[in-house]
């Protein structure tokens, strides 16, 4: 079945600079990756996603990159703020179309100010 | 921020009790979710519902047993727990149950089984 390894899992950053969060996923017929942000005591937040038909999508200071040949996909955060801080989930749908997401063991970003 | 609610917002219970989670969408979505999430450990998909059929259990133990009576609301009942069943479950929903529909979650429930 879908593996999804996610690496760091912890980055600490200076505010201002950028962090880069890397996941690899085993399922190469899988479509969808989304990024998850869940603050300490909240629910996971969608932050961004990306389908396999495309190979970078941008959203103000977040961006993220997928190389399906290598089967793996960054998230990219320019000018990090401190309100960054949060753990980062990636996650890869199954080729089962039943919905079911795997995810990333999470990476906890915090951000220096 | 309202979107997925769930209730309560903690609970605490012994081995031998029966309790419920609720999980009530008001997106008009179609597909309903459960997730386990445990310190240190990936958020892991319990059952999966598409217009109130189950169409995916994950290996889940039989004393977790869900209820969709309806597109919009989505129960977990929990009976004789085991300490290690203590996480955070989520309650999720998208448009359908489909590779690429965006998953929306709650603000989940703490469970503590002592």
């Known amino acids: 079945g879908e593996n999804v390894e996610q690496h760091p899992s912890t980055l600490s950053v200076q505010e201002g600079d950028s962090a880069v969060i890397k996941c690899t996923y085993s399922?190469?017929?899988?479509?969808?990756f989304p990024w998850y942000k869940q603050e300490l005591g909240k629910r996971p937040q969608l932050i961004i996603d990306?389908?396999?038909?495309?190979g970078e999508k941008k959203d103000q200071r977040i961006a993220v990159t997928l190389n399906k040949t290598a089967k793996h996909f960054s998230l990219h955060i320019t000018e990090t703020q401190p309100e960054d801080s949060a753990v980062y989930f990636c996650?890869?749908?199954?080729?089962?179309?039943?919905?079911?997401?795997?995810f990333g063991q999470g990476t906890t970003l915090q951000v220096k100010p | 921020e309202t979107g997925v609610t769930q209730t309560p917002r903690h609970l605490v219970m012994g081995m031998t009790n029966k309790k419920s989670l609720k999980c009530e969408q008001h997106?008009?979505?179609?597909?309903m979710y459960w997730y386990k999430q445990s310190a240190k450990k990936p958020l892991e998909l319990m059952f999966v519902?598409?217009?109130?059929?189950?169409?995916e259990n994950n290996s889940v133990p039989s004393r977790f047993s869900p209820e969709c009576p309806n597109s919009s609301h989505l129960f977990l009942h929990l009976h004789t727990l085991q300490p290690e069943d203590s996480a955070l479950y989520l309650c999720?929903?998208?448009?359908?149950?489909?590779?690429?529909?965006?998953?929306?979650f709650g603000p989940g429930t703490r469970l503590t089984v002592l």
């Open positions: 996650a890869a749908a199954t080729s089962s179309n039943t919905g079911k997401l795997i």
């Open positions: 997106l008009g979505h179609n597909a």
């Open positions: 990306i389908r396999s038909n495309v």
């Open positions: 999720a929903s998208s448009q359908d149950s489909g590779d690429t529909d965006t998953q929306y």
């Open positions: 399922d190469s017929a899988s479509n969808y």
């Open positions: 519902y598409n217009f109130k059929e189950q169409t």
